[in-house]
């Protein structure tokens, strides 16, 4: 099933904070999440295993819940290249073991103004 | 490097003609997915391979079928196209530990 990501879309300027969050309704392994620009192939941005272990990348970094079976990407002042569509994409836990493969989310449009 | 290479970049298929998206890895991953991609839906998985000889199918696997040549390609074949499968499709392999996917540049295919 497919995770549920929120918000649809954010709208900043440059320096402003964001968060997005990615829900399942299925206990996960792992939460991955990657950036598309228009016209372009998604790019890996970050994995969080369960453990509830949160990670950064650059002003960008992600916590995942997994006891709650949710995850959030917090991005901290934006930049114009933060644009984008953020999607997450969450990996089945099989009793202590992964599925294998990926269940995205139907993604966040993020815009950056000046 | 080149990653993930996938031909062609663009298509048009009359209702009922066939064909194959190829992709190809140069970076040794074992896993290979297709993943189709429509506006609004996110991406989903048409079919996986977790290794070299081995395929199975993912969320939408209806209208296609895959093929792991060897290590390096997995080809998606559309056996009679529908209008149905107007999408952008993405090839991705995976190295696994925790490196995530990487993607190729996607073939944008409409079927009229």
């Known amino acids: 099933q497919q995770p549920v990501q929120s918000p649809q879309a954010v709208i900043l300027r440059e320096g402003e904070d964001a968060v997005i969050n990615c829900s399942s309704s299925?206990?996960?392994?792992?939460v991955h999440w990657y950036r598309q620009k228009h016209g372009e192939a998604p790019v890996f941005l970050m994995i969080l295993l369960k453990g509830g272990e949160q990670k950064g990348h650059d002003k960008i970094s992600a916590s995942f819940n997994e006891k709650k079976q949710q995850s959030s990407l917090y991005l901290t002042a934006s930049q114009l290249s933060y644009s984008g569509t953020y999607f997450c994409?969450?990996?089945?836990?099989?009793?202590?073991?992964?599925?294998?493969?990926?269940?995205f989310g139907q993604g966040t449009i993020l815009t950056v103004h000046p | 490097n080149a990653g993930v290479t996938q031909t062609p970049k663009f298509q048009v298929l009359k209702t009922g003609q066939s064909m194959t998206l190829q992709c190809a890895q140069d970076m040794n991953h074992n896993s290979m997915y297709w993943y189709r991609q429509d506006p609004g839906m996110g991406l989903r998985l048409i079919y996986y391979?977790?290794?070299?000889?081995?395929?199975d199918k993912g969320e939408v696997p209806n209208g296609y079928n895959v093929s792991r040549l060897n290590k390096r390609e997995f080809s998606l074949r559309l056996e009679s196209a529908a209008p149905s499968q107007t999408s952008v499709y993405f090839c991705a392999s995976e190295r696994g530990g925790g490196y995530g996917y990487t993607f190729g540049s996607g073939t944008r295919l409409t079927v009229v």
């Open positions: 994409g969450t990996e089945g836990n099989a009793g202590g073991t992964s599925y294998g493969k990926l269940t």
């Open positions: 299925k206990a996960l392994y792992s």
């Open positions: 391979s977790a290794s070299e000889g081995t395929t």
